[in-house]
Structures are given as C-alpha cells and as structure tokens.
C-alpha cells in the first residue's frame, strides 16, 4: 500500500480491484494500476486467492481465473476512484452444478 495515504483512498492512476469467487466478493486490499493488462489482474487475483488475502474469500486451493470476466469503471462522483471487477461470467459467482 502507499504510504502516508488515508485508508481506502486510492491515489490517481490506480483502482480498487474487487473479486467475485465462489459466490463471495471482496476488494484486493492494495490498489492496482489502472492500466493492468486483463491478464495481469487475472494473475495478481490468482496470488492474492491462494494466499487467502482477499478480506471476505476464504484462501482457494486451485484456481483458475481464465474465464473471469474483467470489468472496468472510470471513477464517478459516488465512487471517486476507478474499479476493475473480475467475476465469473455466471451471475454472482454461482457455482456450476
């Protein structure tokens, strides 16, 4: 995280990245860079689901990320930052039967 910035600020050039998985959501704790290649925010997903560091998913034992869906959103005057969802293309992270 960068230092000397208030809690859930995320500075100019970057976004919040939340996560949809196994019908559980939560945001990456650190701010990513806002022009991170689809793949990029897959593999730093991947990471950060193994090691369990996602506030709201349990750590994951296998994952595998390459048909999640990521979605990008400019910052709005509600949401004064940009975000970056990924998510299965399932509705809410639904599990397949």
């Known amino acids: ?16 990245l939340n996560i949809t998985y196994q019908g559980n959501n939560g945001d990456l704790p650190d701010p990513v860079l806002v022009d991170a290649s689809d793949e990029q925010i897959r593999r730093m997903a991947s990471e950060a ?11 994951v034992a296998n994952v595998n990320l390459a048909d999640f869906v990521v979605d990008r ?22 599990r397949l039967p």
């Open 1 to 16: 995280m960068v230092d000397n910035i208030v809690p859930n600020l995320v500075p100019d050039g970057t976004a919040r």
């Open 49 to 59: 689901l193994l090691a369990g560091n996602i506030p709201g998913i349990p750590a």
């Open 73 to 94: 959103f400019a910052a709005t005057k509600a949401r004064p930052y940009s975000m970056i969802q990924l998510r299965p293309k399932t509705p809410f992270g639904s």
